[in-house]
C-alpha cells in the first residue's frame, strides 16, 4: 500500500508570512498532483509534477518533486487570506489509483 | 465545456434509507473515480470505473454500497441501508486517460444520516 504524509496538518500564519507544506512517501510516483480544497467545495488541481527535481511555479505558489520522485514540497510567498483552504497531495503510480495524502489545513489570518 | 456534475450536493437520508449519487464526468472523460472525505480528514479512495466496467473497487466497503458507471448516463453510487458512520462527503473525480493522471473533481455530495 502506498502512504503518502503530510505536514504539518494544520497552519495558522499572518498574511505576508511565508510557509512550505511537504508531502512525503517511501513510494515512488510517476506523477505528484497538488490540489487545494475550499470549504464546501471539491478540490480544484494546481499543478501536476512529473520528473524529478521539476519545479514549477504558479504566481506566489512554487511546488517541487523530489529527485527520487518520493516526496513534494509546496511553498507560499508572502501568503494571503485568500490562500487559506485545504491543501492536498496525490500520488500516481501508471496504472493505479491516486494516493491522496491527509491534507494540509492552511488558515491566513489578515 | 462543463466541469464533473455531481447531484444532489446535499442529500439527507434516515438510518435504513437508501442513497443514490450521481456524478456526470467531464465531455469525453471516460474514466470515474468515487472518493469519501469524512469532516477534517483527507480523501479516501472507494472505486473506479470505466464506461460498463468496474476497474478498482477495493476501497468501497463489501456490504451495502455499490457504483455503475452505464454505457448511457452518469454514474451513480449506491448506498443502501444508510447508518449514521455513512454521513460523509462524496466526491466524484473524472480523467481522459489512466488512472494515474490528473483527475477532475466534482463539488461533491454531502450526505446526512439522520
Known amino acids: 500500500t502506498q502512504l503518502l504524509e503530510q505536514s504539518p496538518q494544520f497552519l495558522s500564519i499572518q498574511e505576508g508570512e511565508n510557509l512550505t507544506v511537504y508531502c512525503n512517501s517511501s513510494s515512488v510516483f510517476s506523477s505528484l498532483q497538488w490540489y487545494r480544497q475550499e470549504p464546501g467545495e471539491g478540490p480544484v488541481l494546481l499543478v501536476t509534477v512529473v520528473t524529478g527535481g521539476e519545479v514549477k511555479k504558479l504566481k506566489r505558489l512554487t511546488f517541487q518533486f523530489g529527485d527520487a520522485r518520493k516526496d513534494s514540497s509546496l511553498h507560499i510567498t508572502a501568503a494571503q487570506p485568500g490562500d487559506t483552504g485545504l491543501y492536498l497531495c496525490a500520488g500516481g503510480d501508471a496504472g493505479n489509483m491516486l494516493t491522496f495524502g491527509g491534507g494540509t489545513r492552511l488558515m491566513v489570518k489578515p | 465545456n462543463a466541469g464533473v456534475m455531481q447531484n444532489p450536493r446535499h442529500l439527507v437520508r434516515r438510518r435504513g434509507q437508501e442513497a443514490r449519487l450521481r456524478c456526470s464526468p467531464m465531455?469525453?472523460?471516460?474514466?470515474v473515480y468515487w472518493y469519501r472525505q469524512l469532516p477534517e480528514e483527507g480523501l479516501k479512495f472507494m472505486v473506479y470505473l470505466q464506461k460498463e466496467n468496474i476497474i478498482d473497487e477495493s476501497g468501497m466497503p463489501k456490504e451495502r454500497f455499490s457504483a455503475e458507471f452505464p454505457k448511457e448516463g452518469p454514474s451513480i453510487l449506491r448506498i443502501q441501508q444508510v447508518v449514521r458512520g455513512d454521513s460523509a462527503a462524496y466526491f466524484c473525480?473524472?480523467?481522459?486517460?489512466?488512472?494515474?493522471?490528473?483527475?477532475?473533481f466534482g463539488q461533491g455530495t454531502r450526505l446526512t444520516v439522520v
Open positions: 465531455k469525453g472523460h471516460s474514466h
Open positions: 473525480a473524472s480523467s481522459p486517460l489512466s488512472a494515474d493522471t490528473e483527475a477532475f
